[in-house]
T-cell receptor, first 111, second 114 residues
């Protein structure tokens, strides 16, 4: 069983569209995250949720909106996609102060 | 600012060789230090950690020692296996605004040949 799963794995879309990425963890962890890996391969935190409550909200455009319907899910919705949003997005979960397990990533390409 | 610098990859070794992946950091406070591993087709997972100077983190035969004097956290393994082929990420965390925030290095790809 995959501990942290994300869908879709690849997402290709046009500028201006709205898209969502889903994340689920089956580890029973309280905390979930979204990270963005840019073209230089650096991973940077976007959001962190603990028990469905927003804990960390980095300087991310408000076009990005996380939603946590329950402790096991943290989805990422992106409005009005821009070319610069192209990246790999990773979901992660943890029961300690830092992420323990990451999902396999979603490669978003905005044309 | 806070940053992590890892040795450029890729690193290619033969099975049973000794592994060192260098990692140095710059931080304004007293960070905790981590190594993450990403196996092919999978997400990153926490490999080991050290929370204060001179601590040694270890897991699965890998070790890293928190060296404050050299601001380093090099990853070592005495005898690598083919199954260790993966990308390794060094990271630091600092408490900011009541939350732990991770800063990652770029990752070092390791390939172990039989």
């Amino acid at each position: 069983d995959t501990a942290v799963s994300q869908t879709p794995k690849y997402l290709v879309t046009q500028m201006g569209n709205d898209k969502s990425i889903k994340c689920e963890q089956n580890l029973g962890h309280d905390t979930m995250y979204w990270y963005k890996q840019d073209s230089k391969k650096f991973l940077k935190i976007m959001f962190s949720y603990n028990n469905k409550e927003l804990i960390i909200n980095e300087t991310v455009p408000n076009r990005f909106s996380p939603k946590s319907p329950d402790k096991a899910h943290l989805n990422l919705h992106i409005n009005s996609l821009e070319l610069g949003d192209s990246a790999v997005y990773f979901c992660a979960s943890s029961q300690v102060a830092v992420p323990q397990y990451f999902g396999p990533g979603t490669r978003l390409t905005v044309l | 600012g806070n940053s992590v610098t890892q040795m450029e990859g890729p690193v290619t070794l033969s099975e049973e060789a000794f592994l060192t992946i260098n990692c140095t950091y710059t931080a304004t406070g007293y960070p905790s230090l981590f190594w993450y591993v990403q196996y092919p087709g999978e997400g990153l997972q926490l490999l080991l950690k050290a929370t204060k100077a001179d601590d040694k983190g270890s897991n699965k035969g890998f070790e890293a020692t928190y060296r404050k004097e050299t601001t380093s956290f090099h990853l070592e393994k005495g005898s690598v296996q083919v199954s260790d082929s993966a990308v390794y990420f060094c990271a630091l965390s600092l408490t900011q605004g009541g939350s732990e925030k991770l800063v990652f290095g770029k990752g070092t790809k390791l390939t172990v040949n039989p």
